[in-house]
T-cell receptor, first 115, second 114 residues
Framework: NAGVMQNPRHLVRRRGQEARLRCSPMKGHSHVYWYRQLPEEGLKFMVYLQKENIIDESGMPKERFSAEFPKEGPSILRIQQVVRGDSAAYFC?????????????FGSGTQLSVL | AQKITQTQPGMFVQEKEAVTLDCTYDTSDPSYGLFWYKQPSSGEMIFLIYQGSYDQQNATEGRYSLNFQKARKSANLVISASQLGDSAMYFCAFGETSGSRLTFGEGTQLTVNP
C-alpha cells in the first residue's frame, strides 16, 4: 500500500508565477490536509478537504491560494503569483476518517523555492 | 483555541539512555487526540505514537511511550535506549474534536551523542 505521494519534491518558481502542488492520498483515504512549514518552525494548518469538498480553509491565505480535491485524481494546492514569502515546505497528509481519533499519514513534502 | 506547547527547543542525550520530551496542551474539549511525529533532517514526517483522551492506559510503540497525565494536560514522549538515528526534530500535535486539523507544537530538536 503506497503512502501519501506528493509531487514535485522540489519546485522552483520566479516571483509572479503559479505553483501547483499535487497530493495523492493513501488508498482508501478520503480526508486530505495541507500544512505549511517555514524554516525552523512547526507545521501550520492550511486547509482540510474531503472528496470534492473544502471542509475547513481557515488556515489558508484568502488571496492567491486555493485547494481542491476532485472526485478523480489528486488533491491540488495552487498558489498564484508567488512571492518570496511563499517559500516553504508544503506537506500533505491523509486519513481514512475524521480526526481526532485517527493518525495522519504525511507525504514527503514539496519544497517550494521562490526566486 | 487549543494550544500546544513544547518548552524544550533542544535536547541532548547519550546513546542508550532514555530521554523525555515535554508537551503540554490546553483545551476544554473532553474528546481529543495527542500525537507525536518525528522529522529527520531529510524532512519527512514520521508518525510515532497516538494517545486518545479516553484511553485508560499510556500508549506504547516499541521504544516509544507516551506519559499521558490528563489532569496536568501533559503528553510527554519517552524514548528508551536512544539510538543515533533518533536524532531529529520531534513534534507534538493535538487533534481537535471538530476533526479539522492537527495543531502542532514548535518542536524539540533531539541530538543523540555517541
Amino acid at each position: 500500500n503506497a503512502g501519501v505521494m506528493q509531487n514535485p519534491r522540489h519546485l522552483v518558481r520566479r516571483r509572479g508565477q503559479e505553483a501547483r502542488l499535487r497530493c495523492s492520498p493513501m488508498k482508501g483515504h478520503s480526508h486530505v490536509y495541507w500544512y505549511r512549514q517555514l524554516p525552523e518552525e512547526g507545521l501550520k494548518f492550511m486547509v482540510y478537504l474531503q472528496k470534492e469538498n473544502i471542509i475547513d480553509e481557515s488556515g489558508m491565505p484568502k488571496e492567491r491560494f486555493s485547494a481542491e480535491f476532485p472526485k478523480e485524481g489528486p488533491s491540488i494546492l495552487r498558489i498564484q503569483q508567488v512571492v518570496r514569502g511563499d517559500s516553504a515546505a508544503y506537506f500533505c497528509a491523509s486519513s481514512p476518517r475524521r480526526l481526532p481519533n485517527e493518525k495522519l499519514f504525511f507525504g514527503s513534502g514539496t519544497q517550494l523555492s521562490v526566486l | 483555541a487549543q494550544k500546544i506547547t513544547q518548552t524544550q527547543p533542544g535536547m541532548f542525550v547519550q546513546e542508550k539512555e532514555a530521554v523525555t520530551l515535554d508537551c503540554t496542551y490546553d483545551t476544554s474539549d473532553p474528546s481529543y487526540g495527542l500525537f507525536w511525529y518525528k522529522q529527520p533532517s531529510s524532512g519527512e514526517m514520521i508518525f510515532l505514537i497516538y494517545q486518545g483522551s479516553y484511553d485508560q492506559q499510556n500508549a506504547t510503540e516499541g521504544r516509544y511511550s507516551l506519559n499521558f497525565q490528563k489532569a496536568r494536560k501533559s503528553a510527554n514522549l519517552v524514548i528508551s535506549a536512544s539510538q543515533l538515528g533518533d536524532s531529529a526534530m520531534y513534534f507534538c500535535a493535538f487533534g481537535e474534536t471538530s476533526g479539522s486539523r492537527l495543531t502542532f507544537g514548535e518542536g524539540t530538536q533531539l541530538t543523540v551523542n555517541p
